[in-house]
């Protein structure tokens, strides 16, 4: 199945039903929803829906408190829902996370993780418009490296092809 847009959006691989917690959430509670859930971390969200922080196994074991607010990571790199996948990726590589809230008007709407980059990964490919040759990867390539046209479309893989 061929798309004709070069780039995948954050909306269409985002998990949208996010287990968040409030800031008044007791930390023993959060390790349950880690655990319950099979996730590795949990945005932290006010009344409306803004992203506060993050709590991740991470924090759980490093920091000491009784509530999420005591123990959340502030510095959360979060995107818009139209951020390109390949820009969420180069994030989660760069800044060393593991998820990246989705925020539609200052609330959030989703959530992208390394699972769903994975998922991407795996279900997509830069095919050569000339040759047929294709690259999995978030990036478009320069050059076909079996016969050096400069001409990809984007396809995807319907999931076990």
């Known amino acids: 199945m061929t798309d004709s847009i070069d780039t995948v959006l954050a909306h269409e691989i985002m998990t949208r039903d996010v287990i968040t917690v409030q800031p008044s959430t007791p930390v023993d509670e959060i390790a349950r929803l880690l655990?319950?859930?099979?996730?590795?971390?949990?945005?932290?969200?006010?009344?409306?829906?803004?992203?506060?922080?993050?709590?991740?196994?991470?924090?759980?074991?490093?920091k000491r408190g009784r509530v999420a607010a005591d123990v959340m990571s502030t510095d959360v790199i979060a995107v818009s829902e139209d951020a390109p996948a390949e820009t969420i990726a180069d994030l989660i590589v760069q800044r060393r996370v593991r998820r990246v809230p989705v925020l539609r008007n200052g609330r959030l709407v989703g959530i992208v993780t390394r699972?769903?980059?994975?998922?991407?990964?795996?279900?997509?490919?830069?095919?050569?418009?000339?040759?047929?040759?294709?690259?999995?990867?978030?990036?478009?390539?320069?050059?076909?490296?079996?016969?050096?046209?400069?001409e990809f479309t984007l396809q995807r893989e319907p999931p076990g092809m």
């Open 115 to 150: 699972a769903d980059l994975v998922r991407l990964f795996a279900m997509t490919r830069w095919t050569c418009v000339q040759c047929g040759y294709f690259e999995r990867g978030f990036h478009r390539p320069e050059v076909c490296e079996g016969c050096g046209s400069r």
């Open 35 to 62: 655990v319950q859930h099979r996730i590795t971390g949990v945005p932290v969200v006010d009344d409306e829906g803004r992203v506060l922080g993050i709590v991740s196994e991470f924090d759980l074991i490093a």
